[in-house]
């Protein structure tokens, strides 16, 4: 069964740095998504991606955050300077059209140090 | 999105159903009803969907009430890999519409 795959697994970061999550997409899939989940919180919204444009974003997903993809396949997450607060699960997902569900991603857990 | 209210946790023995029900009130006309479930920090798994009618799938059944104010998710034989968070939640049934996650009923099944 297609699956959502996402990497590295686990980001190691000093704060301050750039880092860029990396998420493949189902490949048929047209609508893209990222979440993230601090430790033992809910799993959270932060924007979702179409036809090469951001559809919607949350509060979250301030001018640090920046979405892109940059070929067919990839679905990348950017984080441009990063704080403490930033540590978390982040989740891909992709979803094909309406009607269907949205697939994830077994996540990246970003740690910043 | 509408909000769901879900038990905190709940207990089931292996191989008995699981029913884990799911509160949605003021659920619109165009929401559907979403199941998903996080097992130990992985990345959330879909279940199964409905609008109005019951569903079954593979994994799972669902039932939604009448006046679509509540619905029961079903897991016929529940096994220890099925000790999960679950999640209802409800979303118009758009693409590119975003999942709003509440905190889930922590499901523990047991020996």
């Known amino acids: 069964e297609p699956e959502v795959t996402q990497t590295p697994s686990h980001q190691v970061t000093q704060m301050g740095q750039e880092v860029i999550l990396r998420c493949v997409p189902i490949?048929?899939?047209?609508?893209f998504y990222w979440y993230r989940q601090i430790l033992g919180q809910k799993v959270e919204f932060l924007v979702s991606?179409?036809?090469?444009?951001?559809?919607?974003k949350s509060e979250i997903f301030d001018d640090q955050f920046s979405v892109e993809r940059p070929d067919g396949s990839n679905f990348t997450l950017k984080i441009r300077s990063t704080k403490l607060e930033d540590s978390a699960m982040y989740f891909c997902?992709?979803?094909?059209?309406?009607?269907?569900?949205?697939?994830f991603g077994d996540g990246t857990r970003l740690s910043i140090l | 999105d509408a909000k769901t209210t879900q038990p905190t946790s709940m207990d089931c023995a292996e191989g008995r159903a699981a029913n884990l029900p799911c509160n949605h009130s003021?659920?619109?006309?165009?929401?559907?009803v979403y199941w998903y479930r996080q097992i130990h920090s992985q990345g959330p798994q879909y279940i199964i969907h409905?609008?109005?009618n019951n569903e079954t799938n593979e994994m799972a059944s669902l039932i939604i009430t009448e006046d679509r104010k509540s619905s029961t998710l079903i897991l016929p034989h529940a096994t220890l890999r099925d000790t999960a968070v679950y999640y209802c939640?409800?979303?118009?049934?758009?693409?590119?519409?975003?999942?709003?996650f509440g905190g889930g009923t922590r499901l523990m099944v047991k020996p």
């Open positions: 490949s048929n899939h047209l609508y």
């Open positions: 939640i409800v979303r118009v049934d758009n693409a590119g519409n975003m999942l709003t």
């Open positions: 003021t659920i619109s006309g165009n929401e559907y």
């Open positions: 997902a992709s979803e094909l059209a309406t009607g269907q569900p949205q697939h």
């Open positions: 991606f179409y036809n090469n444009e951001i559809s919607e």
């Open positions: 409905g609008l109005k």
